[in-house]
């Protein structure tokens, strides 16, 4: 399967611990985005990656947040002292990049619930 | 923040029947609306696309209407059938490509 693969698929944890979620783009897609979807809700967008570079934050990502994509492939996405609220399936997607309106191909996503 | 808004929230069709979802958008120039199909527990995946300079796109069972004065489009999916049965979100793609997507539709075609 090529397609983006993310990890883990779901996440239990207890308010205030910290959770991490890894996702792999389609090989060689230089952009990369996340987003959140809470129930019966369109995904939201939190930040996106060209390359290495994070160019651009979501308000909706607190300073608790905090995404890296280190070499330009892989990008986790960390959240400190998870609140209540977090509990939503996190989405990542990627494109070729480079080219507006090209398609953004999305993971099958991470369900976090906070307890 | 730009919104789009969807309707109707769901949606439920004989099969074979036409599935109708509208959503309209305010403001500024978008030049990419993308509609997603999403099934439970998975990721949205893009079923269908169009830009501003044509009023209107088919694949296959799918079209897409543009109107671009009206801010509106919306998704047809004719001849319903039960693997259609999803959630749908139509989409505006704003600078660095992010989308901004619709509150999503519940479709249910029934057999």
């Known amino acids: 399967d090529t397609g983006v693969s993310q990890d883990p698929r779901h996440k239990i944890t207890k308010r205030g611990q910290n959770v991490t979620f890894r996702c792999d783009p389609i090989?060689?897609?230089?952009?990369l985005y996340w987003y959140r979807q809470t129930l019966g809700q369109g995904p939201e967008f939190l930040t996106y990656f060209q390359n290495e570079a994070q160019l651009e934050k979501s308000r909706l990502l607190s300073d608790r947040f905090s995404a890296e994509r280190p070499k330009g492939s892989f990008s986790t996405l960390e959240i400190q002292r998870t609140e209540q609220g977090d509990s939503a399936m996190y989405l990542c997607?990627?494109?070729?990049?480079?080219?507006?309106?090209?398609?953004?191909?999305f993971g099958p996503g991470t369900r976090l619930l906070v307890l | 923040q730009q919104q789009v808004k969807q309707s109707p929230q769901s949606l439920i069709v004989q099969k074979g029947g036409i599935s109708i979802i509208n959503c309209a958008y305010e403001n500024t120039a978008f030049d990419y609306f993308p509609w997603y199909q999403q099934f439970p527990g998975k990721g949205p995946a893009l079923l269908i696309a169009i830009r501003p300079d044509v009023s209107e796109k088919k694949e296959g069972r799918f079209t897409i209407s543009f109107n671009k004065s009206a801010k509106q489009f919306s998704l047809h999916i004719m001849d319903s059938q039960p693997g259609d049965s999803a959630t749908y979100f139509c989409?505006?793609?704003?600078?660095?490509?992010?989308?901004?997507f619709g509150g999503g539709t519940r479709v249910l075609v029934k057999p």
């Open positions: 090989s060689e897609h230089n952009r």
């Open positions: 997607a990627s494109t070729p990049g480079f080219l507006e309106g090209e398609t953004q191909y």
């Open positions: 989409a505006i793609k704003a600078a660095g490509n992010k989308l901004t």
